[in-house]
């Protein structure tokens, strides 16, 4: 205190560290984020109002913030079960229940919009062995719930490299400049993956399921973002679920480099591109992902996100549901992600960048 005013706030640094800063200091991190979204993504800045906002936001004294009455928007999730029946060193709290009593209480308990099955392996190719299995938990809680249920899984295109799959590995070919072997590799990978895919989501259909979430999507670069894409045009043409796709960061590495979807290059897409390509191939909901620099303050991550989502938003027709959890959506990397940046992400996400949901 000095004169009666504040003069340094508690913040926060992206990977989850208490720091104090001044006010020009959270501003030039504002001004500094929004700029740098604005020049990767070739997109228009945040206004100085929305950029002022905030920093009102980052500035409360308060360790939760949230939206104005009627602002609220709808939640869809990833494996939040988990964070109940999960061991701690997962950000779970360990508590005695099966994955169906999880999300009964998160129907129940904590009053969320929709929920989510999902293997804890959380990858579409360890599940296909066991589809049975999980059509048998989709139609339990089916039976015992009243909210919107998908089932969830990651493309993880990874799997299918040596050493866990049985195509060769194109971290290995593009070291010894093996361009060719390293794209035929992700193309042989991507064909099976998206097999996989749609086996195991016709399978959910079957039992009832009303959606299938295709998370952190493009993980392992354009091949992978087109495999899923390749998915969900078949599932949306065969079956009636509800299908969401989140991404894994707020740019399409260019693994491969060349390849296409209806005609537009994959490599180097951000998220206000990204969605176009997602709504082609018939997705109902999308999910945008901008990475955490932990290097850089929770101002700066939250402006920058921001920015990037505002964009998507401008020019998507389908909800757009950002990722806002640990490591995206400005929220911190941190294990268990701080409310206190959590919530204020998600304000600014919803106030500003105009979501439907988070």
Not at 88 to 97: A, D, I, K
Not at 334 to 343: A, R
Request: aromatic residues 6%; charged residues 20%.
């Amino acid at each position: 205190m000095k004169g009666g005013a504040i003069t340094r706030h508690r913040t926060r640094m992206g990977d989850g560290r208490v720091v104090e800063m001044s006010t020009d200091e959270i501003r030039a991190d504002i001004e500094a984020g929004t700029e740098d979204a604005a020049d990767k993504g070739q997109i228009e800045p945040l206004t100085s109002d929305e950029q002022d906002y905030i920093l009102e936001l980052m500035t409360a004294p308060y360790r939760v913030v949230a939206v104005q009455p009627g602002n609220e928007v709808v939640l869809t999730d990833d494996g939040s079960a988990g964070a109940l029946y999960g061991p701690q060193s997962s950000s779970g709290t360990g508590t005695p229940v099966s994955r169906e009593q999880a999300i009964r209480v998160y129907e129940r308990g904590f009053c969320l919009d929709t929920m989510e099955v999902g293997h804890p392996d959380y990858s579409f190719r360890p599940v296909k062995p066991i589809v049975p299995m999980e059509q048998q938990t989709i139609e339990s809680v089916l039976q015992s719930t009243i909210i919107p249920i998908y089932y969830g899984a990651m493309p993880n295109l990874a799997l299918y490299y040596d050493p866990d799959g049985p195509f060769g590995n194109p971290a290995d070919f593009l070291p010894k400049a093996m361009i060719k072997e390293a794209r035929e590799a992700q193309v042989q990978a991507a064909e099976v993956c998206r097999r996989d895919m749609i086996y195991i989501s016709k399978k959910m259909a079957e039992v009832g399921a009303d959606g299938i979430n295709f998370d952190t999507t493009a993980s392992a670069g354009d091949a992978e973002f087109l495999a899923t894409l390749q998915t969900v045009e078949e599932l949306a043409n065969t079956t009636d679920l509800s299908i969401e796709v989140g991404m894994a960061s707020e740019f399409v590495l260019g693994m491969h480099g060349e390849l296409e979807y209806q005609g537009k290059r994959l490599a180097g897409m951000y998220p206000h591109d990204q969605v176009k390509m997602v709504e082609a191939a018939g997705a109902h909901v999308f999910g945008p992902a901008v990475n955490t620099s932990t290097r850089r303050s929770s101002a700066w991550n939250i402006a920058r996100a921001v920015a990037l989502t505002k964009a998507c938003s401008q020019v998507a027709t389908i909800p757009v549901h950002a990722n806002v959890g640990m490591g995206v959506g400005g929220v911190p990397m941190s294990e268990t992600p701080p409310i206190d940046m959590v919530t204020r992400a998600s304000v600014a996400m919803v106030e500003i960048a105009r979501l439907d949901g988070l």
